[in-house]
């Protein structure tokens, strides 16, 4: 089957992005009062789809394909779900799934969050914030873009939610977003299965990556593989995309937590052409 990238050609009343975006390898954090708005409006309503119950959150085998659709979800693999914010037929979202999951497959390096034919994140956090997100564009060994910020703390998590930062313009991501779910007394409930951290701060960030019409949702705390699968198996199944923990734990000011990814090329869910 022939894959093409602009779902916008096939969809009816799909809304793309505004395009203009920075140089690739030029990150940003988002701060127009206009996208943001676009953006927070796309991110509620891929919660509100976790949350309706269409999407069974739970982490599966790696070389199992879900291919079933329910309602306008359709649940990804060990933490990875694609959510259509448009009515697609079933056929469509299978393919765009498939094709997702087959990018993240194997590709001959055991362990998956750090190969270099992948799209990969890396973060870490400290102290409740001064937090540090990374990414890396496939076939790069070093970091391709680099956000440091301290909005992602969680001030007075029984009575706000955990906010949400959003970053475009690094090269070969896409435009997407991080939010930290949990600190080690409260794990937030706006997200299905949310667990607490086992050290004091920040932890279990979900990344969403806006596509046109649809998004990808990676729960990290879902998606934790092992070391010892991915090298039993050559790579093939590593049982989640994402390996966290105390990556500093004598750091000056405190320890730092933080994990890496495997995750989506921006180039790497188009839609199928039946």
Request: some cysteine.
């Amino acid at each position: 089957m022939k894959f093409i990238n602009t779902l916008a050609l096939c969809l009816p009343a799909v809304s793309a992005f505004p395009q203009a975006l920075p140089p690739a390898g030029k990150g940003i954090q988002i701060r127009d009062e206009d996208r943001l708005r676009q953006l927070q409006e796309s991110h509620a309503q891929t919660l509100q789809l976790l949350n309706t119950g269409v999407i069974e959150a739970r982490g599966d085998d790696l070389s199992k394909r879900q291919g079933a659709v329910a309602a306008k979800a359709v649940r990804g693999l060990a933490g990875l779900f694609l959510v259509p914010l448009s009515k697609m037929e079933n056929k469509i979202i299978s393919g765009i799934a498939d094709k997702t999951l087959d990018a993240l497959g194997d590709d001959g390096q055991d362990i998956i969050w750090h190969n270099h034919g992948r799209c990969r994140t890396y973060f870490d956090t400290q102290g409740g914030g001064n937090c540090e997100t990374r990414t890396y564009d496939r076939g790069s060994k070093d970091r391709t873009a680099t956000h440091k910020d301290d909005n992602c703390s969680w001030i007075d998590p029984p009575n706000n939610d955990p906010p949400v930062v959003y970053y475009e313009g690094d090269q070969g991501i896409g435009t997407y977003s991080i939010q930290y779910t949990a600190t080690k007394e409260h794990a937030w409930g706006g997200i299905p299965g949310t667990k607490t951290c086992e050290v004091q701060g920040l932890c279990n960030p979900q990344y969403v990556f806006y596509r046109d019409g649809y998004n990808i949702v990676l729960n990290t705390w879902e998606s934790q593989g092992e070391i010892s699968y991915c090298q039993y198996s050559a790579g093939e199944n590593c049982r989640g995309l994402c390996s966290s923990g105390v990556k500093d734990q004598f750091a000056s000011g405190g320890m730092r937590w933080g994990g890496d990814c495997a995750i989506p090329c921006a180039d790497e869910a188009g839609l199928p052409d039946f």
